[in-house]
């Protein structure tokens, strides 16, 4: 079985638990996968036995390239083995820079670490390497691959890498990949847009996933309870969410809402509940494990996630496997995961009124929330189960590798 690495920016991260499950997978198909982070986690992040392992047995790009000895004879073994390589990458690096001295130093830095990184990958007699997220790590893999002449492959997720796919070069990423697994058909669309036709035919759709069973547990419905899992970043839009709450709460007085998650956000969001008069009503409980989370879900009534930009949220998977309905919005590849009306309830972006409308509607009809729930379960067994996705990828890589890549953009079986 081919020896495989992943990179991303940063692993193992409590936000990030779908990669850490897909290394997994892999593993359990017989892949020797080595993992490989730019930077270090912070220790908030290991919030589980599985973090904490994958921490202690990842290597870490960054911290290698800081040892100067280090960074020298990976830059003399580089130049000794293919001098043509390594002076590629560094005209690629340059080519690539969005422009401007700031971008171009940053340009040099990608360059270094590739250089640090395809030694370490040499040295563990890597064949492929499968990066996530197409921005600042997937830069370093392409320059990798340039140097080393190990393939790489990435999983395109979205949506921030959309906002600026020039800066990112996300054209030159996908013409110099072996394949691109996207997460969704909005994102493979998105992926057509910044490529050339010719390169179309290796966009495949790879779900994430999770394991369905995980989450199968007695549910103690009380009926007033949300739960919201994600960082606390703008992007997440929790203040339309607090905004609907105080009107919610005016119907529903024993509503609560617990907030699984951190970040930048936190400070000023607990202060704001504060402010409308929503302290009793919400509670910031921090990072939590996979356990914790699974856990979480068997004790409320129904996940609400009002984002304004997501892939395909896993955490979204992680609920419709618990039985719960979820209210999201109808944005890039979400409506793929949740039909209105049968798994959840969808509504536009930043609007309140529709969000505090679809709440209600879920806490006051106790038959929808089982039927909805049911139903949710039965979407993700059948479309974003982990052992799945991760099969349809292990496909990928080995037909990839040994040069015969399968032609469909999913599994033959769901043609």
Known sequence: MPKIAYLTGEYPRATDTFIQREVAALRGQGFEVTTCSIRRTGAEHLVGPEQKTEAANTFYVLSAAASPMRSVRAHWRALRRDAGGWWRGLRLALRTSPGGARATLYQLFYFAEAVVLADHLRAQNVQHLHNHIAKASCTVAMLCQEISGIPYSFTLHGPDIFFEPLRWRLDQKIARASFVACISEFCRSQGMVFSAPQDWNKLHIVHCGVSPDRYESPRQRAGNK???????????????????????????????????????????????????????????????????????????????????????????????????????????????????????????PGDAAALQAALARVLSDPEAVERMGQAGRARVAAEFDIQQEAAWLGQLLRGYIEGIPPASKRPEIDA
């Open 226 to 348: 949300a739960l919201f899992v994600g960082r606390l970043a703008a992007v997440k839009g929790v203040p339309v969410l607090f905004e609907a709450l105080k009107s919610l709460v005016q119907t529903h007085p024993d509503f609560h809402l617990t907030l699984i998650g951190d970040g930048p956000e936190r400070h000023a969001l607990e202060q704001s509940a504060g402010e409308m008069g929503l302290a009793d009503h919400v509670s910031f409980v921090g990072y939590k494990s996979q356990e914790e989370v699974a856990a979480a879900l068997a004790l409320h009534d129904l996940l609400v996630l009002p984002s304004f930009a997501e892939g395909v949220p896993v955490v979204l998977m992680e609920a419709m496997a618990a039985t719960l309905p979820v209210v999201t919005t109808r944005i890039a590849g979400v409506p793929e995961l949740v039909e209105d009306g049968v798994s959840g309830l969808l509504v536009p």
